[in-house]
């Protein structure tokens, strides 16, 4: 099991564990002694997750601030000239601010018409409805569905993440068209409130920014993206959160615990099919309890059927040990949080050659460790095979995880999916259920 596989977990279990109204202010002391192993734990629906981070560190006071504005980014243009540079935003807001002035003299100066649903059209059709597509896009509405319409549709499917660009205007695109470009605007005003968020230049020397909109993660050097890598990141049923918190140590040859939970609901069930060997077969053991000094304890002295029927509640620690098997791969990397987030190795690395990376646990697996761990650390540290080895960083690291959903390009922006829905909850949070979005210029 990595941070991965599993459901999410019962609303009331969550509540009963942290407690909502306790999240902002930091682990309650019976969810500190509530063992929950190396899974992560979901935000409660009442946090809302559209732009906001949803934990701030308690030392990291010029990270964000709680519950902030937004701004109304469609109404006003930034000046970067205006403030000094070390009062600037994060590049990336200036990248997405950039990205929607160009947004709007392009896509957004042209004509907002209708085109009614229908078949899909493509080279060679004509009528009323080619058209409508042809005034929709900046054409002449004379002219059928000739090479120049095919190009034009083309380019706007690749701008606006509709998957192949093939130039045909079938039901997705024409969909998209119809909504309009304040639509789009006012996605890309959503990504420039969650980079406002991120350091301002010249907060911190080095810092690291993971995008679970994109499934990518980029290490900041004075302000500057300086590495970055493909990561695997939460499912939308088991989303990655938006926070900021502070790395401070790294841990070699990590065990993986199994959250109590997942000992009654999985390795009770995998000894009831396979027996007892199960552990030595992939690796597991069993210790008396959470505590500091647990003894071994002889798997066959457990009552699994007990557990797994829920007679007896699992209060022996399930452990896998370390090894080229271990969920954790070979480093784990703590911040800690409320929620149980954290980045780790993975044994698994063809996953990350896939397109779609939202199927984690909600922890975020990296795709190099090494070079991770390397930037991290003034000097690569040295791991010893002993287990559990925790190796302090000489200074936290801050690390913002965000949601970023349009990418700058050299023409303007390019969008993406919203896997976890945040765009769709952050357009009421930001501009309300119905809103005369304002030109940027």
Not at 61 to 85: D, E, I, M
Not at 168 to 192: D, E, H
Not at 375 to 393: C, N
């Amino acid at each position: 099991m990595e941070c991965a596989a599993r459901g999410a977990w019962p609303m009331k279990k969550i509540a009963r564990i942290l407690g909502a109204a306790a999240l902002w202010a930091g682990t309650p002391a019976a969810a500190q002694r509530q063992p929950r192993g190396d899974e992560p734990v979901a935000v409660p629906r009442a946090i809302k997750q559209g732009i906001d981070f949803v934990y701030v560190d308690p030392q990291m006071t010029t990270v964000a601030r709680k519950k902030q504005r937004p701004q109304n980014w469609l109404s006003r243009l930034f000046n970067p000239a205006a403030s000094s540079r070390r009062n600037q935003p994060n590049p990336m807001f200036l990248d997405l601010a950039r990205g929607l002035q160009q947004y709007q003299a392009s896509w957004g100066s042209m004509p907002q018409v209708k085109i009614p649903a229908g078949a899909a059209l493509k080279r060679g059709a004509t009528g009323k409805r080619v058209s409508l597509l042809r005034q929709r896009l900046g054409l002449p509405a004379a002219g059928g569905y000739d090479d120049r319409l095919m190009q034009a549709v083309s380019a706007y499917q690749q701008v606006h993440g509709l998957g192949n660009p093939d130039g045909i205007a079938g039901r997705g695109t024409i969909a998209s068209l119809n909504r309009g470009s304040p639509y789009y605007a006012r996605r890309i005003a959503i990504n420039m409130e969650r980079a406002w968020r991120l350091p301002t230049t010249g907060t911190f020397d080095r810092y690291v920014v993971v995008d679970s909109g994109s499934a990518q993660t980029y290490l900041f050097a004075r302000d500057r993206v300086a590495d970055g890598m493909r990561v695997i990141v939460g499912a939308p049923e088991t989303k990655t959160p938006m926070m900021a918190v502070l790395m401070r140590n790294a841990k070699a040859n990590p065990y993986w615990h199994v959250p109590p939970e997942l000992v009654r609901s999985l390795t009770a069930k995998k000894v009831k099919e396979q027996g007892v060997s199960y552990f030595q077969n992939f690796h597991y053991e069993v210790l008396s309890d959470w505590g500091p000094s647990p003894q071994r304890v002889d798997p066959k002295s457990v009552n699994w059927k007990a557990v797994a029927s829920g007679r007896k509640q699992p209060t022996m620690l399930v452990r896998q040990k370390p090894g080229p098997w271990n969920s954790m791969g070979e480093m784990k990397f703590e911040m800690p949080n409320d929620f149980g987030i954290y980045l780790h190795d993975t044994p698994t690395k063809e996953k990350f050659n896939l397109t779609h990376r939202w199927i984690s646990n909600g922890c975020v697996r990296l795709e190099d460790y090494r070079r991770f761990a390397s930037w991290v650390f003034p000097r690569a540290p040295q791991p010893t095979s002993v287990p559990e080895q925790v190796i302090p960083l000489p200074k936290p690291v801050p690390i913002y995880m965000t949601y970023l959903t349009v990418t700058p390009s050299p023409n303007g922006v390019v969008f993406r999916g919203d896997p976890y829905g945040f765009d769709a909850q952050a357009m009421p949070q930001m501009f309300g259920p119905s809103v005369q979005v304002a030109s940027a210029s």
